[in-house]
């Protein structure tokens, strides 16, 4: 074989060889690349609406992940009824007999119906709605805020288990979103009190062999103790030779009578009373738009309860006192208050004992309302009166219908009390403070420690880092 001829052959067997290499590196290439994973298609559905999908295989399994949100209904063997339930987004996969596909079924709340039914009733407004989870959002621009406050009320009917935000916008800009309520509750009670009685009464050795006390048990009358006598004989209606005794009196009343020579005395019950309480607080508060802010000014009072099987004793704090719940809608200047103002007061002649314990019952006044007005107006809530008005009258039966003496064996006591209440209220809308407007405190013009240099000058050595001496000047 020539040179050429071998050279020739050589080269065949390498082009040979590097075209199998490239061949196989090809093939496992394409072998190690991954295949690109099939797109899934989304399915968008309105909470309450259905909807129609078309397969282009014959149907024989479906799956849904969460068919609180959406659930899927084989109608035909092509056919899958969607019915979308409440707000979300979850996965369906249909089978067929050698196919899989899989789609997103995304369920958005019914606002496409609230917003066309706002552009309806608000015509040449703009309003816009947004879903985003449990929320439903109001935005855009619209000409006053009664066109607000009532497209958020829609909005809160509409979606009762979604929270409306409310960020349409008034012309002008945006305003302080931040309410200072100046609250003075202001109590007047007046009181009248009249308690008329006698009570008659012997003294304990008697009238002629004879001890007696008339009352009719309204009013304290005195008692009679350690009673003894000395009969001339044991027979019935014998002579008393000695006798003695002793006075027990719980409340002397208004008058004491006692007439030593005829051992006879009276206890005169006579009184009348006026009282007038009056009662100012004027707390302020500051809630955010749409938050809640509370206010008590009052107490707790122990109250013991029972706990367990065992029969212990627990205690349970109940707050009384004047309490303030507010909750500010701004929209612009105007504000709309929801507004629960409460005055409590411990009330002893109605409570009850308990194991020793004496509770006293809450007398409790309240009034809830809504309101809206602008900034720095005020409304009133008048009108709470409570009339009390309270006649005991006890007698002796026969002797109290006697003319003239029949008074004595009568008693009185007549009670009236009447109690208003009037609340104001002043909603203003406030901003924060800047530094430059904060105002100086109220403190006096004495200094309360020496100013710095009057001690730290009498310190050798200096004082510190600001009584230290002065710092020699840099050289020039």
């Known amino acids: 074989m020539s040179l050429l001829r071998r050279v020739r052959f050589a080269l065949i067997h390498v082009f040979g060889a590097a075209a199998v290499l490239v061949g196989a590196g090809s093939i496992a290439f394409a072998q190690q690349a991954p295949a690109p994973a099939p797109a899934i298609d989304k399915v968008p559905l309105t909470a ?34 969607i019915d ?11 089978w067929g007999a050698a196919e899989r596909r899989q789609y997103d079924l995304v369920v958005e709340p019914g606002v496409s119906t609230l917003e066309q039914r706002l552009q309806a009733l608000f015509p040449g407004e703009d ?11 109001l935005s855009g621009r619209v000409s006053s805020n009664e066109v607000s406050l009532r497209a958020a009320e829609i909005a809160t009917a509409t ?8 960020l349409l916008q008034l012309p002008g800009g945006a305003g302080s979103q931040q ?40 009013f304290p009358a005195p008692s009679f103790d350690n009673l003894t006598a000395t009969k001339a004989s044991s027979s019935f209606g014998a002579e008393v030779q000695s006798a003695s005794g002793e006075f027990t009196f719980g409340d002397f009343l208004n008058i004491f009578l006692f007439n030593q020579k005829y051992d006879l005395g009276a206890l005169i019950k006579a009184l009348r009373g006026r009282g007038l309480f009056q009662s100012l607080a004027e707390p302020n508060l500051i809630a955010y738009n749409g938050q809640e802010a509370s206010f008590l000014a009052g107490g707790e009072i122990p109250i013991p309860t029972v706990q367990g099987n065992a ?48 509770i006293p019952a809450l007398s409790t006044r309240r009034g809830e309302t809504e309101v809206e007005l602008r900034d720095g107006q005020t409304f009133a809530m008048a009108g709470l009166l409570n009339n009390l008005s309270q006649d005991d009258i006890q007698e002796i039966p026969g002797l109290a219908r006697l003319p003239i003496i029949g008074h004595l064996f009568k008693t009185k006591s007549e009670r009236a009390e009447q109690t208003e209440l009037l609340v104001l209220i ?36 200096g004082g510190g880092v600001v009584d230290a001496p002065d710092a020699p000047a840099p050289p020039r």
């Open 48 to 81: 309450g609406r259905s909807t129609v999908l078309m397969t282009e295989f014959d149907i024989t399994r479906v799956a849904v992940t969460d068919p609180a949100i959406a659930d899927a209904t084989v109608v035909q063997p092509r056919e899958v009824l």
């Open 159 to 166: 979606a009762s288990k979604a929270k409306v935000v409310n």
């Open 426 to 461: 002043t909603p203003q809308l406030v901003r924060p403070l800047n530094p430059d407007e904060v105002p100086p405190l109220p403190t006096l013009e004495q200094r309360f420690l020496p100013r710095p240099g009057d001690i730290g000058g009498q310190i050798q050595g």
């Open 179 to 218: 309410v200072l309520l100046k609250v003075r509750f202001a109590e007047v009670s007046r009181r009248a009190l009249t308690e008329v009685g006698v009570s008659l009464f012997t003294s304990p050795t008697g009238i002629n062999n004879t001890i007696g006390r008339v009352t009719t048990g309204q």
């Open 127 to 137: 309003i816009r709605v947004t879903a985003t989870g449990d929320a439903v959002i």
């Open 311 to 358: 029969g212990s004793v627990g205690v349970t704090y109940k707050e009384y006192g004047i309490r303030l719940n507010f909750t500010p809608t701004v929209a612009g200047d105007t504000i709309r208050l929801h507004v629960r103002p409460e005055v409590s007061t411990l009330d002893f002649p109605n409570g009850i004992l308990i194991s020793g314990f004496r």
């Open 84 to 94: 979308g339930k409440m707000p979300g987004t979850v996965s369906l996969i249909i």
